[in-house]
C-alpha cells in the first residue's frame, strides 16, 4: 500500500516520539524515531504484526488494556496505555502508548503513539532511593539522639534522687549531696554540647563569624591539637606563604580542626603522622558542583592511618555513623565539620584508602577586601542589677521560673509571662518603664521576634534580648544574627544570663 509523501516525509520524521500505523494489527507505517527506540529497519518492520513489538506480558494485557479505556470501535482516540515493549535484540523497556483510530481512504487504521518513558522511571527509582535514603538516615538520627539522650536522662534522674533521698535522711551528707549535684551537671553539660553538634550539623548554630587568617587559626590551636592527638603521633603543619582571609567562626574553626585530629589519632593507634597544609585554590566556573568560580583557601588534614574502606567513606559525613565499637563516639563528628564548612560557605570532600590513610580537604571562600571589625575593650563583666525592670517571656514554666529566681536575687524587678499574647497584656497594663524584654525564640502562639515588634512599637525604649537553643526564626542566611540582634544561647548559667542582661541594658 502506497502513503503520500506528505504523511510519510517531514512530519513524521521531525515526530519527538515514535508513531506506528497498523492495519488490523499490521505495521503499516514507522516514522523515523520508531526505527531508533526500536531497533528495527523500517523496511523489516513493516508489514509485520505489531506484537513483534511487545513482551509476553503486554501481549496478555493489551487487549484488556484496551477495553479499560472505555473506547468503543470506530474514528477517535482509544486511550492510553503504559505497557513494557521490546526492541529488536530482545531488551525491553517501559512506554506509553496513545493509541487512537483514523479513517483514511483505504479504511480504518489504528495509529499508535509510543514513548519511551525509561529515563522518567530512572528518575522515579531515584527520587524513591533518595526518600528511602533519607529517612533511613534520619531514622538513624533519631536512634543516635534516642540513645545518647536516654543515657544523659538516666544519669541525670538517678543522681538528683541521690541528692533528694541524701538531703532528706536524717543526718545528710553535705559532701555527697554537692558530689551527686556535680554529676548532674556534668550530664547536663554533655548534653548541652551534644545538642550544639545537632545544631552546627544542621547549620542552626548562631555561628559568630570573624575575617581572620586561616595560618593564624591554624597555630592557635596547634597545641592543643598535639595535647589531643598524643606524643605518639608526628604533627606537621605546612602554612601556605601567603593566604587570603576568610570569613568564619573562629570557635567553630578550633572544634573543626580538633575533631579531624581526634579522628587521625584514633585511626593511628600505633603512630603515625598528621599533616596540615593550606594553600590557595582557584575554582573555574562549573569546576566544582557546590561552587561557585573565584578563589578559596584549601584546608588539608592528611593522616598515614589505616584508611576506609569505600562503603565507609560513602557514609563518612552522615549523623551518628561510626564505626568506633562500644559506643566510643556519637558518629557526629565528621558531620559536625560538614555543617561547620557548608555554613560558611565551603565545601568538604574526603578520599580515604585502607592502608594508606585518609585526606580531608576543606575549601574555604576567600574574603580579600573584607575589613575585620575591631575586637571589643576587654574588662570587667558587670552582672548586678539596679532594679531595673525586665519582662522575661517564656513557655517553658521550670526555665521561667529559673530565669526569675537568678534575675530577681540580682537586684531586678521581674515580671513574667508564659508567652507573646500574655506578655502584651501585662505590658499595657504596667504603667512604669519596663527596660528589657528577655523573650525566647520559639514559642506556640507568637514568635518572640513577632512579640518584640510588637512591644518595641509602643514601648520603643524597651531593648531586647532573646534567649534560644534554636535560635533559626532570628538568623540570617548563613546562621548569624540580624544586625541589632542579642542572643542568649541555652541552656545558660546564672552567671550566663546576667552578664547578657547587663550587657544588653548597658549597650
Known amino acids: 500500500m502506497e502513503w503520500s509523501e506528505e504523511l510519510s516525509g517531514g512530519l513524521l520524521r521531525a515526530a519527538p516520539d515514535a508513531i506506528v500505523v497498523m492495519d488490523e494489527g499490521r505495521i503499516v507505517l514507522v516514522n523515523d524515531r520508531a526505527e531508533e527506540i526500536f531497533g528495527w529497519p523500517r523496511a523489516e518492520l513493516v508489514g509485520r504484526h505489531a506484537r513483534v513489538l511487545l513482551t509476553d506480558a503486554a501481549r496478555e494485557s493489551f487487549p484488556e488494556a484496551l477495553k479499560r479505556s472505555g473506547k468503543g470501535l470506530g474514528p477517535g482516540p482509544v486511550g492510553m496505555v503504559s505497557l513494557r515493549v521490546r526492541r529488536r535484540d530482545g531488551s525491553e523497556f517501559p512506554a506509553e502508548a496513545s493509541l487512537a483510530v483514523v479513517e483514511v481512504p483505504e479504511g480504518e487504521m489504528t495509529v499508535a503513539v509510543v514513548r519511551d518513558v525509561s529515563e522518567r522511571h530512572q528518575l522515579q527509582a531515584e527520587a524513591h532511593s533518595h526518600r528511602s535514603q533519607r529517612l533511613e538516615a534520619l531514622g538513624q538520627l533519631a536512634g543516635g539522639i534516642a540513645h545518647d539522650f536516654n543515657n544523659l536522662l538516666g544519669v541525670i534522674v538517678n543522681y538528683a534522687n541521690f541528692v533528694i533521698e541524701e538531703a532528706e ?3 545528710p551528707d553535705v559532701a555527697t549531696i554537692a558530689a551527686d549535684a556535680r554529676q548532674v551537671v556534668k550530664a547536663g553539660e554533655r548534653g548541652t554540647a551534644l545538642t550544639h553538634q545537632l545544631l552546627k550539623f544542621a547549620r542552626r548554630e548562631v555561628v559568630r563569624p570573624q575575617v ?4 593564624e587559626a591554624v597555630a592557635d590551636v596547634e597545641g592543643l591539637l598535639r595535647r589531643s592527638i598524643g606524643e605518639h603521633i608526628t604533627l606537621i603543619t605546612r602554612p601556605a606563604a601567603s593566604l587570603p582571609p576568610v570569613t568564619c567562626d573562629p570557635g567553630q574553626i578550633e572544634q573543626l580542626l580538633v575533631t579531624l585530629g581526634v579522628n587521625a589519632r584514633d585511626a593511628m593507634p600505633s603512630g603515625g603522622s598528621l599533616v596540615i597544609d593550606t594553600a590557595v585554590s582557584h575554582i573555574a566556573p562549573g569546576e566544582h558542583a557546590e561552587l561557585a568560580a573565584g578563589e578559596y583557601v584549601r584546608l588539608r588534614v ?10 565507609v567513606v560513602e557514609r563518612a559525613f552522615e549523623p551518628f555513623f561510626t564505626t568506633k565499637p ?10 559536625t565539620v560538614y555543617g561547620i564548612v557548608t555554613q560558611a560557605g565551603g565545601s568538604v570532600s574526603l578520599a580515604s584508602e585502607p592502608g594508606v590513610g585518609t585526606t580531608v580537604t576543606v575549601l574555604l571562600p576567600s574574603s580579600e577586601g573584607v575589613e575585620p571589625e575591631p575586637e571589643p575593650a576587654a574588662g570587667p563583666v558587670a552582672t548586678g542589677g539596679h532594679g531595673e525592670t525586665l519582662l522575661v517571656v517564656e513557655d517553658e514554666a521550670a526555665l521561667r521560673d529559673v530565669a526569675g529566681r537568678i534575675l530577681s ?11 507573646g499574647p500574655n506578655a502584651l497584656r501585662l505590658a499595657e497594663l504596667h504603667e512604669g518603664a519596663i527596660d528589657l524584654l528577655v523573650s525566647d525564640v520559639v514559642m506556640p502562639g507568637m514568635l518572640g521576634k513577632e512579640l518584640a515588634e510588637r512591644l518595641t512599637g509602643v514601648r520603643p525604649a524597651t531593648r531586647v534580648l532573646y534567649m534560644s537553643g534554636y535560635a533559626q526564626p532570628v538568623l540570617a542566611s548563613q546562621g548569624t544574627l540580624d544586625p541589632g540582634v542579642a542572643l542568649l544561647e541555652k541552656p545558660f548559667t546564672a552567671e550566663d544570663l546576667l ?3 547587663r550587657k544588653r541594658l548597658d549597650g
Do not use: I
Not at 302 to 311: K, N, Q, Y
Not at 327 to 333: N, R
Open 169 to 171: 535522711s536524717p543526718t
Open 212 to 215: 581572620l587568617d586561616l595560618n
Open 326 to 335: 562500644n559506643h566510643q563516639a556519637t558518629g557526629l563528628g565528621l558531620a
Open 302 to 311: 592528611c593522616d598515614s592511618g589505616r584508611g576506609m574502606a569505600p562503603d
Open 409 to 419: 536575687g540580682a537586684g531586678y524587678h521581674v515580671l513574667t509571662a508564659d508567652g
Open 499 to 501: 552578664a547578657a542582661v
